[in-house]
Every structure is written in structure tokens, then in C-alpha cells.
């Protein structure tokens, strides 16, 4: 499972400020394990953020945002909303909101952080990758993660190594950054650039044991099912 | 107080000369160099940093000899080998035994040097790095703790690369830079200078000196290496020709003839050169001297 957790509304709201109209979609993967997004949380979103000045074009829900070919399979029936749409907010976790943003040329903005994968991982069968950094910048980066994509998980633009859009380390591995300007370039949203967070806090980077405990991880510290006692066990 | 920042709030045209300290602790060769071919001639001498991912003898050691030696040094921190308390503790270090300058650069990747395996850091990159120097001016550390004495009058440098394809970004970081508190920039290995002149117009609101990085091409294979490996680096025909028809002999010569006609080109887009010799020291007197600039 990879686990996430909701970014406090507040940021969810802020990231949300350049885009008025904006497509809810949830992941019906690790988030329902989390209990970090299904259609209940979309609902709670949808109420939160359709107010004055604001849109919610339209919330689905697909089984795994991971798996780009269902999500490109799904989103397909949601292209009439899409086009009324300048963004849309994944409730999944950061490989999702890169599935997601490949699918789609309108930005796609991080509703969750995500911490840790553990365990049993669920569907992952393309290129996204997410380190569970704990602070997801994707919704300044055009959807291409940083922390994963570039060799040196650089947060404040690309280094002097970048030749031709390729990195200093692999001559055939794409320079994260170049992909994050292409990308950025292409939605008009280069001003992202000067809006990244200068520092890291590597301690979102672990997950604490209140984090741990909002999951269902908890389901393996405590059984499903305690037998009433009954006279005969006493 | 740095030179270096006098010179140039002064506006006047400055040149930098470099040292790459060697691998363990036999600095004779070095020292001699920089007494016989750099003393009086340069303002200040960058001091790399494990540069290119090789271990050596630390920057700030070196740093530190030069100035007990009456030179000025631009110390040359990377990202790569340490985190932001081991980096902040020794800019405080640098700051007690005389070093003014910083060249705050992100650092190459260690798969590039002669310990491949080891662990990255980059806890900071280069714009984080001129913030942490900025905030340590300001008399804070990096979490906001008070300091007991703050480094005030450091002098916080860094790099660009002008010919870098696209240039757009490279704009953008440069000038994350300078709001992160860069006050001079040295620039990658500068050839064209058509392409410099058009970087130097958009660089220009930036208000912050720019000394031109100028790399002696010794070879028409130096030339290829650089045209095939060095990101943003382009050294045309013009260079290329009049080295592959020289002799052997004749080549350094020619070399330096190339380069002082270059730099005589430069010099009124630029508010100063810094000069990477990279094992020609011998030459920087005579190069400065045919360039117009002694």
C-alpha cells in the first residue's frame, strides 16, 4: 500500500487559487486503505470548494489512477467536463497525480502528500515514481516529480549539468528539470518555477506512528473480530 | 573585507584565477604556482570544491593556506558531500580564519568522480545555499537560532551558464539566485561571444556583475571533449582551426593568442574575467598581459 494522507485544506485551497473551475477525480486504490480519499472525501471536497468564484466540474472516482491506461480508458467519458475544466485535483498519491497529468494537458494538483510505500504496492506498471517525500510540490511542477526524476531530487531548477534536456549521470535519462520547463512552458505556468519551497523538511519524510494509526495499517494491530465472551470461556 | 566586492561595487573590471588542490597533502606545486604565476595579477582565486567528484584536499584548507600566504580565496562549496549543518558550521569556519568570498554552486553528481558509490547529499542546492548564507549574514542560522557573532560581511557568489539551450531557465535560476542573495556570477567557459552578448542583455536587470569564465582550449581534442561533454559549451571552428594547423610546439602560443583576441572581445560586455587555467598557469601572466589586461 502506498501511504497518504489529505494536505491540510488550506493548501488544497491555495493550490487551487489560479484555477477556478476545477474536475475532482479520486483513486479507489490505496486512499480507500488510507482513508484519504474515495467518494466520501470527494463529496467532502466538492461541498468545500463549490463556492462563490469557484467551480467543481464534475468528481469520478477510477479504481487505480496508477494504471494510465484506465485512467485514459475512464477519463474519456468525463471530456465534455474536462473542457470546462482548468484543472483537476487527484485524491491519490504522487503516482497518480503523475498518471494523471501524462493523460491530460490541463494541470493536475496533489490533493494528498504521500509518505511511504509499504508492503503489498497495488498497480504500478509505468514510469511515475513517488519517494513518499511527504510534501508533494507536483501542482508547481507541472505533474513531473522532482524528488524521483531528478538524480540529484533537486527542488529549485536544474543544475549545470542538463545537456541537450539529458542528465549528467545517464547521457539517455531525461533532465527532470528540462521536462518540468517543457511542461510548465506548455501550460503557461512558468512563474511555478519561482514559487518552489526552498528547503526540504526531511521529516515529513517518515511516517509517524499517529500517521500510521489514521490507516489501515492500524487493522494489524488490532483483529476484525474479538469473540463476545460467553459463559464456556470464562 | 573582500577585494573582490570592492573592485566591483566599484565598478571596476576585475579578474579571478583558479586552483584545483591536489589529491593529499603535498601542496608545494600548488603554492608555487599560485605565488609565481596568479600573485598580483588576479584579485581573488577560487579554490574548488572536490571538483568533478574527485576527493581531494578540502577547499576550505586550501582556502585557508592562501590566506596565511596573502592571497585572496573564493571558497567553492558544492551541495554534494555535505548537509546544511556540516555546510553552515563551515562557512563559520571559513569566516574565522579570513575567508571573505563564497562560490555557492549545487555540485556534481558523485557517479562522476572516483567514488561513484557514494551517497548524494544535496540537502541544499545552489539558491538554497545563498539563502543559508544570506540568513547567516543577517546574524541567524538556518532554523532562525540567534548567532553569537555574525559572518556580516561575506561576500556570496555563483554560477551560470550563458550559452546554455534553452536559456530561459537558466535566466530563471539566476535569478532565484540573486533574490537568494548571489552578489557576482562566474560564468561556464565562454566562446561565442555573440551568444554571451544576447545572455548579457537579458541578464542585465539583474543588476549583479558577471565575470566571464574563460577556459583555455589547449587541443582540438579539448575542443571535441568540451563540444560533446561540457552542458552549454561551444567552442566553433575558429578555435578549433587555427589549433589543429599548429604544431605541437607552436599550440600553446596559438592557444593563448586565441583566447587573449577573445577576451579582448568580451571584455566590454562583461564586468570581468575569471580564468581557469587548468594546469596552464605558466601561461595566465602572459595571457593577461596579451589580452590587454595587466
Known sequence: ?????????????????????????????????????????????????????????????????????????QLRYQIPALKLS?????????????????MIDIPALPANNTLNSQGMQGLWPSTERCDGCGDCVLHLTGGICPITRCAKSLLNGQCGGTHDGKCEVESNRDCAWHLIYERLKAL????????????????????SDKDRGTTRWSLEKDPLYKAPKSAGNQ | MSKLKEALEA????????????????????????????KGRVLA???????????????LGICARLVQAGFEPIFQITCRDRNRLAIQSDILSAYILGIRNILALTGDHPSLGDHPGAKCVFDLDSVSLLYTITK??????????????APKDIFPGASVTPGADPLEPQLIKMEKKVEAG????????????????????SAQKLKVPVLAGIVIVKSPAMAKYMNEKVAGVFVPDEIIKPLSSASKDDRPKVAIDLMANLMKELKPM????????MGWEKYVPELIQKAGLA
Open chain 1, 188 to 207: 503557461g505556468k512558468l512563474d511555478n518555477l519561482k514559487k518552489l519551497p526552498r528547503l526540504r523538511d526531511y521529516r515529513n519524510w517518515d511516517v
Open chain 2, 45 to 59: 582565486i577560487n579554490v574548488t570544491d572536490n571538483q568533478s567528484s574527485v576527493m581531494r584536499i578540502g577547499s
Open chain 2, 270 to 277: 562583461c564586468q570581468g574575467f575569471h580564468i581557469m587555467a
Open chain 2, 182 to 201: 548571489a552578489r557576482f556570477f562566474q560564468t561556464q567557459a565562454i566562446y561565442e561571444p555573440s551568444k554571451f552578448e544576447k545572455f548579457m542583455k
Open chain 2, 136 to 149: 547567516l549574514k543577517s546574524g541567524k542560522d538556518l532554523s532562525g537560532n540567534d548567532l553569537i557573532g
Open chain 1, 86 to 102: 482548468d484543472a483537476v485535483l487527484v485524491v491519490s498519491c504522487g503516482v497518480g497525480v503523475q498518471a494523471t497529468s501524462a
Open chain 1, 1 to 73: 500500500m502506498i501511504v497518504n494522507i489529505p494536505k491540510p485544506m488550506d493548501e488544497v485551497k491555495e493550490l487551487l487559487a489560479d484555477y477556478p473551475r476545477v474536475f475532482i477525480l479520486g483513486c479507489g486504490g490505496c486512499p480507500i486503505g488510507c482513508e484519504s480519499g474515495g467518494q466520501k472525501r470527494l463529496d467532502e471536497l466538492k461541498a468545500e470548494l463549490a463556492r462563490p468564484g469557484r467551480t467543481v466540474s464534475g468528481t469520478q472516482m477510477i479504481d487505480f489512477l496508477c494504471n494510465k491506461a484506465l485512467v485514459g480508458a
Open chain 2, 11 to 38: 565598478g571596476k573590471f576585475a579578474l579571478t584565477g583558479e586552483l584545483g588542490p591536489p589529491k593529499g597533502v603535498d601542496i608545494h606545486a600548488m603554492m608555487e604556482e599560485a605565488e609565481k604565476y596568479l
